[in-house]
């Protein structure tokens, strides 16, 4: 379970298996051998075998993968249409959720089409979720109800390293659109010896500035680097879940 919304030789990386998930069908038909050389290839890569046969793995991937790839393609297809003037208020959420509106449509016509039967129940369900919000937009109690089991949902993906999902405290820090200004936060984070759980950056449209997001699991040491980055010259403000 892994991979990049760009293909060819020119975007692999040595450590994209590093970590991930990697499944291995063990159906009727598989042979011990071939499961173990599956196995030994996918330690070498550094991923992280697991076991299903074929039926399961199908039903998982309609959800976890094949749907949201859908989606997502069906969202970005609407900025077709859109005013010009509101792709400049695109932010980071839209981004994040598109992203692999970018990926090959030759990949996964084939990977849709035989997998249309596991993937017409989850769109079903989506369908009947997307009516029930239809009717009832106009009731705030309603929206924050959808908004909550989202939550529910959300809180359900496995954290780092495969553990169980856990609550970060953000620091957000506004840097100049310049080389060296990530090092410099890393370097600086390094010296206050506090470890950073996760990264995203966002860019300001029109301007030249971003918003570095730096994931840190202790409270107390997230408010510690705040402090310190804020010594350091930085502009910080800090958040949490």
Same mark, same amino acid.
């Given at each position: 379970m892994a991979g990049r919304e760009i293909s060819g030789p020119q975007s692999a990386r040595g450590d994209l298996f590093a970590?991930?998930?990697?499944?291995v069908?063990?159906?009727?038909?598989a042979e011990k051998h071939s499961i173990d050389v599956a196995a030994e290839l996918i330690s070498i890569c550094?991923?992280?075998?697991?076991?299903?046969?074929?039926?399961?793995h199908d039903r998982a991937m309609a959800l976890v993968s094949h749907t949201p790839q859908?989606?997502?393609?069906?969202?970005a297809a609407q900025l077709i249409e859109a005013d010009p003037q509101w792709l400049a208020l695109i932010g980071q959420g839209f981004r994040d959720f598109t992203r692999i509106a970018d990926s090959d449509p030759l990949l996964w016509k084939d990977i849709i089409s035989?997998?249309?039967?596991?993937?017409?129940?989850? /769109?079903? $369900?989506?369908?009947k979720s997307l009516?029930? %919000? =239809?009717?009832? /937009?106009? $009731?705030?109690?309603?929206?924050?109800?959808? %908004? =909550?089991?989202g939550n529910r949902g959300r809180k359900l993906i496995p954290g780092k390293h495969g553990n169980v999902a856990r609550s970060y405290i953000y620091l957000h820090i506004v840097i100049d659109d310049k080389a060296g200004q990530l090092a410099a936060i890393f370097n600086d984070c390094a010296s206050a010896s506090v470890n950073i759980e996760d990264v995203s950056i966002e860019h300001t449209p029109g301007q030249n500035t971003g918003l570095v997001t730096l994931s840190i699991?202790?409270?107390?040491?997230?408010?510690?680097?705040?402090?310190?980055?804020?010594?350091?010259?930085?502009?910080?403000?800090?958040?949490?879940?």
């Amino acid at each position: 379970m892994a991979g990049r919304e760009i293909s060819g030789p020119q975007s692999a990386r040595g450590d994209l298996f590093a970590g991930r998930t990697w499944i291995v069908t063990t159906g009727e038909s598989a042979e011990k051998h071939s499961i173990d050389v599956a196995a030994e290839l996918i330690s070498i890569c550094g991923g992280v075998p697991i076991y299903m046969d074929p039926e399961n793995h199908d039903r998982a991937m309609a959800l976890v993968s094949h749907t949201p790839q859908m989606l997502a393609s069906l969202l970005a297809a609407q900025l077709i249409e859109a005013d010009p003037q509101w792709l400049a208020l695109i932010g980071q959420g839209f981004r994040d959720f598109t992203r692999i509106a970018d990926s090959d449509p030759l990949l996964w016509k084939d990977i849709i089409s035989e997998n249309a039967t596991n993937i017409l129940p989850v /769109l079903s $369900n989506f369908r009947k979720s997307l009516e029930k %919000i =239809e009717s009832e /937009l106009n $009731n705030s109690s309603a929206a924050q109800s959808f %908004i =909550e089991l989202g939550n529910r949902g959300r809180k359900l993906i496995p954290g780092k390293h495969g553990n169980v999902a856990r609550s970060y405290i953000y620091l957000h820090i506004v840097i100049d659109d310049k080389a060296g200004q990530l090092a410099a936060i890393f370097n600086d984070c390094a010296s206050a010896s506090v470890n950073i759980e996760d990264v995203s950056i966002e860019h300001t449209p029109g301007q030249n500035t971003g918003l570095v997001t730096l994931s840190i699991l202790d409270e107390e040491k997230a408010q510690f680097l705040e402090l310190f980055l804020t010594q350091q010259g930085w502009k910080v403000h800090l958040t949490s879940n």
